[in-house]
């Protein structure tokens, strides 16, 4: 169907292995717009959007892309693909006026508040929570990899700064996450916060708690899920554990940093499958456990954006803050 000329913004959300394409109205996601795209079948994001904008049959006055990759100068490179990905490609292919690149998880970060009812489900509450609208915030996003977004309110208006947190050092507080950081360095030399704190993080975790109970055994996340959720497999459940209270040690310490007393939203697949189990598993002793400044701790509340278009619906809000 023709659509109105510089009516609509096109917005993109790039995975490492697929691509979602969406038309929105100032800050409204269409979602009866969406559209999912195998990047294995395209030779790179401009063919995609071609794709795209010759099905809807679109002129669209502004474009923005959020990607998984650290995004510079208008360049982005993806952590997972190979494709180039800049701002001058965005333009060229969508003939719009005002383009783009983003963050994956700094989209995150500008979907907060404009996300639909319900978007949200609380995970920790805590009783000295203000609930200011214009505290700071912090995104974590947990799925094929990790990374945060700060969320900060200015006079300005939002500011939500790139990050590459997921490849910081892993803390390690015992002999027994010393040795498993030891098993990651096989891997890139270096023992980061991704390498365990994402859905692979998870398949290593196992992989090695085989190796220390001389049983090697290897499994794949999904299914690591399934057997702990499902109670056939022992293993399976301290992996979980041990996931889930690193991810609460790092969560507590990038607190620390960004003081969110607006609140911790975790974002992506792996936090959203963990999430009903972060209160028995033991993120939220992990989370506090900060010596003198455990009390202070319940100071953040912790919630996970159900929203699987949040990245989208923040690619419009960005738009719509540029007007």
């Not at 969508?94 to 996300?115: I, K």
């Not at 900060?290 to 202070?296: L, S, T």
């Not at 912790?302 to 278009?309: L, N, R, S």
Request: include cysteine; charged fraction near 20%.
């Amino acid at each position: 169907m023709n659509r109105p000329a510089n009516t609509y913004s096109l917005v993109a959300d790039i995975g490492g292995t697929n691509t979602r394409v969406a038309l929105a109205e100032g800050t409204r996601l269409l979602t009866e717009t969406v559209t999912r795209y195998a990047n294995v079948d395209y030779p790179g994001l401009e063919s995609v959007l071609n794709a795209y904008i010759d099905a809807q049959q679109v002129d669209c006055k502004a474009a923005c892309v959020a990607l998984a990759g650290p995004v510079k100068d208008g360049r982005g490179s993806m952590t997972n693909l190979d494709w180039e990905l800049d701002e001058a490609t965005l333009a060229r292919a969508t003939r719009s006026e005002t383009t783009c690149l983003l963050n994956d998880l700094q989209a995150q970060g500008h979907a907060l508040g404009a996300l639909p009812d319900g978007a949200v489900t609380q995970l920790i509450a805590s009783a000295e929570a203000k609930h200011d609208p214009n505290a700071t915030k912090l995104v974590i996003g947990v799925g094929t990899g990790f990374n945060i977004a700060p969320v900060y309110e200015t006079r300005g208006g939002r500011h939500v700064p790139p990050s590459e947190s997921g490849h910081a050092n892993l803390p390690l507080r015992s002999d027994r996450e010393l040795r498993l950081a030891q098993y990651f360095e096989t891997a890139h030399g270096f023992p980061a916060v991704e390498d365990m704190i994402s859905g692979r993080g998870l398949e290593r975790v196992y992989a090695w708690l085989g190796i220390e109970a001389n049983d090697p055994r290897e499994a794949r996340a999904a299914e690591i899920m399934a057997a702990f959720e499902n109670g056939t497999d022992p293993r399976a459940r301290e992996a979980a554990e041990m996931f889930v209270r690193m991810l609460g040690t790092v969560a507590g310490n990038l607190s620390l940093i960004h003081l969110p007393f607006g609140g911790v939203f975790f974002s992506g697949g792996v936090a959203r499958a963990f999430a009903r189990h972060f209160v028995p598993l033991g993120f939220a002793e992990a989370f506090r456990d900060k010596g003198r400044f455990a009390g202070f701790m319940h100071n953040f509340e912790v919630g996970v954006i159900e929203d699987d278009f949040a990245a989208l619906t923040g690619c419009a809000t960005y738009l719509a803050g540029l007007e």
